[in-house]
Nanobody, 123 residues
Framework: QVQLVESGGGLVQAGGSLRLSCAASGRTSSIYRMGWFRQAPGKEREFVAAITWAAGSTYYSDSVKGRFTMSRDIPQNTAYLQMNSLKPEETAVYYC????????????????WGQGTQVTVSS
């Protein structure tokens, strides 16, 4: 009932920046929050950031605080993740997710997931 499409991934050098976008369609009125997760090769999926749709309250993993910023454009039904000072270990597939409740940092809190976008940070 909600479709999510990520874009903006690519190759960037260490210390560089990248801006990811997540466009939502369908029953967007059911979205309480949106989040970003990432999965690096050989590692489990991990929480990166989340934002509540109405209030715009943001939450970040400790590893990205101060470097990443999540935002949303309500009329465009789009969430963004601005990533600065990127590190090689942050090379991963980044996934956008949308959900109606639960613990914001847990996979199970999200009902819908995008296809993912590859972010590669070179050293």
């Amino acid at each position: 009932q909600v479709q999510l499409v990520e874009s903006g991934g690519g190759l960037v050098q260490a210390g560089g920046s990248l801006r990811l976008s997540c466009a939502a369609s369908g029953r967007t009125s059911s979205i309480y929050r949106m989040g970003w997760f990432r999965q690096a090769p050989g590692k489990e999926r991990e929480f990166v950031a989340a934002i509540t749709w109405a209030a715009g309250s943001t939450y970040y993993s400790d590893s990205v605080k101060g470097r990443f910023t999540m935002s949303r454009d309500i009329p465009q039904n789009t969430a963004y993740l601005q990533m600065n000072s990127l590190k090689p270990e942050e090379t991963a597939v980044y996934y956008c997710a949308a959900g109606s409740g639960g613990i914001y940092s847990r996979n199970r809190a999200y009902d819908y997931w995008g296809q993912g976008t590859q972010v590669t940070v070179s050293s």
